[in-house]
């Protein structure tokens, strides 16, 4: 795609020092460049002074830690001078250097470096503590406030701000309006948590805006290693420093005041070693709350406990999520648009980043108690509406909802219509149409019995939810469960709606083995391909929906190679060789794919967005078995060849004989190979194709043509070179005379042998008869001689 600009990017980048295999740009593996190679540095070789060069030549803060082996081993050839800095030095090789050192340094004291980071500073401004109020941070010198980019800032960074300033858990987030337009500094929202330093996360352009950003941390109590800002190990903030809490010193009133505090709902489980041992002093006294209060350490506390507490018995707490969704305007309380409560506020839910899959409608389903995702689509609604923007990804792996809302107030004419099963669902499987069957009854999910599904049942279910033709169904595909069973058996017809339409015996099941809960695969629903060019292994992706095709389109730029490689795996056309976005002439309908779900979902169809866009950008996917499979034939001059097995010639010495490779018609050019061997040599012979065909000609064979033969055709195409190979043929070549003179030993041996094992047979037989009397003898010969004069 073409774009103007007056503007341009400057890039700074140290020359002759860097850090590597770090969690940032302030820290790593300690490497100096000279004469055109990186070499490490031994931990005998810097000190404090050099490690303060460093920092500051990187832009970087005052040196925290550097010792060897801090990030990683390394048997590279060792820099061989010990660095002589004062420290004031703006680079590290203007050091003075001793001369060399002539020791040998063992991989595990290259040394690492930990700096600080200069620009790395934030602070709550106008609140009632230092743990609330308007996010500001300092970059270059200078206080600004911060104004998240992409509209995407959820709870998930409001945790690491909070963490960032020693406060508790995060509370809350929103977007606040100033009174007039101040400078701020941009922030990439999915950077802040994935990233060591606030820096990597700053767009350092001047930008102005009215709108900031207000945080709310606790002050006092938080929760650790847990799933969400909801669980988590309870540990409680005095004199600067954090304590864990005894089991024994909280009760379910305090329970619930942590859990209000927290803007959490209410606690469902609290109990030591839930999240972990922890060793540190423990909190010394008792929580005497009643439940009403607003902070922990607002309540009564009883005097000193005296007591050691066990590392096991650190209480862990899991609160339950605020937040509530449902769905409205369906047939059933699971279909409907996606309505959400937040902050005691139903609003529909537009999704943040313009997209939304079926995994993530499977959260919301399984959420409402519902079965599996089935569909959902984006809605225009008749009138702007004030909605929750989610963040998509965040809903997939974040166990409370309230980590995913998007806190500024927008208006939109889109809403999310979602819908999931009503009673049934695939559980522990490998995507949404694979799993162990459970039938929903009186809000109870049920295991089925491997018996009590046949194959017509099956379809029923893959139908229901949305899925492909049953592909295997069988117990303990998916796991064994003890769970009670469903207890009749489904009698199908196969062209039932939905499992619950269909009879059902009258008899009822009293015990079924855990080993034979029936699990489910049903085809994927998937129609896609690659088009516009002449092989099926190449070109656009396109999907079917609701019988139209359109190309797939990737908007947010998480489409590279290993989507790709999905895509050919699918296709069977091999692995990925190269994947780009074109450009067309006009803008057309698309729909949209999401290239991280490709990567990790099990179908394309959990991963497209099919609401109705136009672009102009699509995918192409280039597979390594672009090219069908070449013909390999051979012709011969003479009638003294004959075919000798479906994959076997022969030809007699002497004789001509040609070998033809050829290819169907898709591209142009390229060179067909022909590849001979035997048991002693490999030979190989190369012409160019011409009308997608080569002829190779033997004018005179001999017995060493005499091996196996295939044809593989070579073409470059799309800045690459790709091959395909025949099957292979086998010739033998004989000499007329001496196959006459085998033939007629062979004749003469047979002959002869079969009259040496007729003679045996009667010698052995005579040997055998009973001796007679010579009367009987007579008679005998008599019966069986005939006179001469009766011929």
Not at 400 to 411: A, F, G, M, P
Not at 648 to 670: D, H, K, R
Request: charged letters at 20%.
């Amino acid at each position: 795609m073409a774009w103007s600009s007056d503007e341009c990017l400057e890039i700074s980048c140290s020359d002759s020092v860097r850090l590597v295999n770090g969690t940032g740009l302030c820290s790593g593996r300690l490497e100096v460049r000279f004469d055109q190679r990186w070499s490490p540095v031994c931990e005998e070789d810097l000190d404090l002074q050099g490690a303060q060069v460093v920092c500051r030549e990187l832009g970087c803060g005052a040196p925290s830690v550097f010792k060897g082996g801090m990030f990683g081993e390394v048997e590279a050839p060792f820099w061989t001078k010990k660095f002589q800095c004062e420290g004031h030095e703006s680079a590290l090789l203007d050091c003075s250097e001793s001369g060399l050192t002539g020791n040998t340094c063992p991989p595990a004291t290259a040394v690492g470096l930990t700096c600080s980071d200069p620009d790395d500073e934030v602070r709550l401004v106008g609140g009632s503590s230092t743990c609330s109020g308007r996010l500001e941070w300092k970059h270059h010198g200078e206080w600004r406030p911060v104004k998240p980019s992409f509209s995407s800032w959820t709870l998930k960074e409001t945790a690491v701000i909070c963490k960032r300033l020693d406060c508790g858990s995060a509370v809350s987030s929103r977007a606040i309006e100033e009174s007039s337009d101040r400078p701020v500094w941009w922030i990439i929202s999915g950077c802040v948590e994935s990233k060591s330093t606030l820096k990597e996360c700053v767009n350092t352009e001047d930008y102005s805006t009215s709108y900031g950003l207000e945080i709310t941390c606790s002050d006092s109590v938080r929760l650790v290693n847990g799933t969400g800002l909801c669980s988590g190990r309870l540990e409680v903030k005095s004199d600067q420093r954090w304590s864990p809490v005894c089991e024994e010193d909280l009760d379910l009133q305090g329970a619930q005041v942590v859990c209000r505090e927290l803007g959490c709902g209410a606690p469902s489980v609290f109990k030591g070693g839930m999240f972990g041992e922890m060793e540190a002093p423990f909190w010394t006294k008792k929580f005497q709350c009643e439940g009403l209060e607003s902070a922990l350490l607002d309540c009564p506390e009883s005097g000193l406990t005296g007591n050691t507490c066990p590392p096991a018995t650190a209480v862990g707490l899991t609160c339950s999520d605020p937040d509530e969704v449902w769905l409205v305007g369906g047939s059933s309380t699971c279909s409907g648009r996606l309505e959400w409560k937040h902050h005691g506020e139903w609003r529909i839910v537009h999704p943040s980043h313009s997209y939304w899959t079926l995994k993530f409608s499977a959260v919301i389903c399984g959420r409402l108690d519902c079965g599996s995702a089935v569909s959902s689509r984006v809605t225009n609604e008749p009138s702007d509406r004030p909605v929750w923007g989610i963040n998509p990804d965040c809903v997939e792996s974040k166990s409370t909802l309230k980590e995913c809302v998007n806190t500024e107030d927008r208006s939109s004419v889109f809403g999310l219509e979602i819908t999931c099963s009503d009673s049934v669902r695939l559980v522990n499987g490998t995507g949404l149409c694979s799993g162990r069957l459970e039938v929903r009854s009186d809000q109870r999910w049920s295991p089925v019995c491997e018996e009590d599904l046949d194959l017509q049942g099956a379809q029923v279910v893959c139908r229901e939810l949305g899925c492909g033709a049953p592909s295997v169904f069988k117990g303990g595909m998916f796991g064994e469960v003890e769970a009670p069973f469903w207890t009749k058996k489904f009698q199908c017809e196969g062209h039932e709606s939905a499992l619950l339409d269909c009879g059902g015996s009258g008899s009822v099941r009293n015990t079924c083995s855990p080993r034979k809960a029936v699990g489910l695969s049903c085809e994927n629903p998937d129609n896609y391909r690659l088009v516009g060019e002449p092989s099926r292994c190449a070109g656009t992706l396109a999907m079917k929906h609701m019988e139209e095709w359109r190309p797939l389109a990737e908007k947010s730029s998480h489409w590279d190679q290993r989507s790709a490689a999905v895509v050919c795996t699918v296709l069977k056309c091999g692995s990925a060789v190269s994947t780009r976005v074109v450009e067309r002439d006009d803008k057309r309908p698309v729909w949209w794919i999401r290239g991280s779900c490709v990567q990790t979902a099990s179908s394309l169809f959990q991963c497209v967005d099919y609401r109705t866009y136009s672009s102009d950008n699509v995918l192409e996917v280039i597979c390594s078995d672009l090219l069908e499979k070449p013909n390999i034939t051979f012709s011969f001059s003479t009638d003294g060849a004959s075919e000798a097995t479906p994959q076997g010639y022969q030809a007699l010495i002497g004789t001509s004989f040609n070998i033809t490779c050829s290819v169907q018609p898709q591209y142009e050019g390229g060179d067909f190979q022909l590849i001979f061997s035997d048991s002693n040599t490999t030979q190989s012979y190369t012409l160019t194709v011409v009308n997608h065909s080569a002829h190779f000609l033997f004018p005179t064979a001999n017995q060493s043509h005499g091996g196996q033969y295939s044809c593989v055709y070579h073409l470059h195409a799309f800045s690459h070179n790709f091959s395909s190979e025949s099957q292979t043929l086998s010739l033998t070549v004989g000499d007329p005379l001496r196959d006459l003179i085998i033939r007629c030993v062979v004749l003469l041996g047979s002959l002869l042998i079969y009259d040496t094992a007729l003679y045996c047979y009667f010698k052995v037989k005579t040997k055998r008869q009973p001796p007679v009397l010579r009367n009987e003898i007579n008679v005998e010969m008599q019966i069986i001689t005939i006179p001469q004069e009766s011929t």
